[in-house]
């Protein structure tokens, strides 16, 4: 079995959750508020989220969230590539 680099299977993991939450970012900017409902209503499986879209969100809170997704995408990466590695120990 192959060693995973654990830097660079978090990295993927974390820059692969920073570009989702950019392409929500720019999704929320561009369409209206009903709009947002049906869709995440549709991701959800029919969650009604009506109640708690906000699609006014403040920059500074957006950037915040691109680079909390991106360090708990890195460190689910790094669980994920150590446990790999781990569990491909030959004995």
């Known amino acids: 079995m192959e060693h995973i680099d654990i830097r660079k299977f978090g990295l993927a993991f974390g ?5 989702l939450y950019g392409a929500c970012i720019i999704v929320m900017a561009i369409a209206g508020k009903d709009q947002l409902v049906f869709l ?6 029919g969650i009604d989220v009506s109640t708690i879209i906000e699609p006014n969100v403040p920059t500074w809170q957006a950037l915040m969230g ?3 997704t991106f360090v708990v995408g890195w460190l689910i990466g790094a669980c994920i590539a150590s446990i790999y590695n781990f569990s491909s120990l030959k004995k």
């Open 40 to 45: 995440f209503n549709s991701l959800l499986h």
């Open 15 to 19: 820059l692969t959750g920073a570009l």
């Open 66 to 68: 691109i680079v909390e």
